[in-house]
């Protein structure tokens, strides 16, 4: 697993779940398949249309890769309600509130 998750409770019954990891080019496949999984995940389990919750999503996603040098970086934040996004990721999150 390259994905561990910090979570923010964002004070309005909704929440903020990022995870990244930094691997060399070869584990970047590996790391893609798994934030797709996450985004499967979500996505089967939507509490609500995707998009922004300021324009009335009901949960939305991001997925970034950035090379630096040999490594790729590669971020995955999820925004959404609070006890979706817990139980979406339970036992992957780490509680950094």
Not at 2 to 10: K, P, Q, S, V
Not at 24 to 43: C, G, K, Y
Not at 59 to 77: M, N
Request: contains cysteine; glycine residues 10%.
């Amino acid at each position: 697993m390259y994905l561990i998750f910090d979570a923010i409770d964002n004070g309005d019954d909704t929440g903020t779940w990022e995870a990244m990891a930094s691997v060399r080019a070869h584990e970047v496949a590996a790391v893609l398949t798994e934030a797709q999984t996450v985004l499967a995940q979500a996505d089967a389990r939507a509490p609500g249309p995707r998009g922004a919750l300021d324009d009335g999503g009901a949960w939305d996603a991001d997925l970034q890769q950035r090379k630096d040098g040999e490594w790729v970086e590669i971020t995955l934040t999820l925004t959404g309600p609070w006890h979706w996004g817990e139980a979406l990721l339970a036992g992957r999150c780490t509680h950094d509130q």
